[in-house]
């Protein structure tokens, strides 16, 4: 013999199955949704790179073009003996001007002939 809520307890888990299958199809839409989104982000963050680089790049020559590149060799030994005394003096601003350095040192090569 059914007991009412025995009778309400398989109605009640009817109702919720026919919901899951119901919303089955959403939920698969969601996740390849989510990862269109999740793989979209990553190829905004390779075309910001990139983009970063080209930005780059094109600093790198319009500077070169204002300025003779032997200017350049005293300019690179200026700033390194400038890192080399903030270094001494355990400067927080020293790590900044490194990075400084090595963007000069990547332009000098990429001035280089091959």
Known sequence: MLHWDDEL???????LARKRWEESPLRAR???????????????GYLKKENQELR????ALLV???????????????LEEA??????????????LSGIIRRLERFLLDQNPR
């Open 83 to 96: 890192w080399l005394e903030l270094v001494l003096m355990a400067s927080p601003r020293a790590e900044a």
């Open 9 to 15: 307890e398989r109605r009640i888990q009817q109702e």
């Open 56 to 59: 780059d790049q094109l600093q």
């Open 64 to 78: 070169g073009q204002a300025f003779p590149k032997e200017a350049w060799a005293e300019v690179k030994g200026t």
């Open 30 to 44: 969601l996740r390849e949704l989510e990862l269109e989104v999740f793989h979209l982000r990553q190829q905004l």
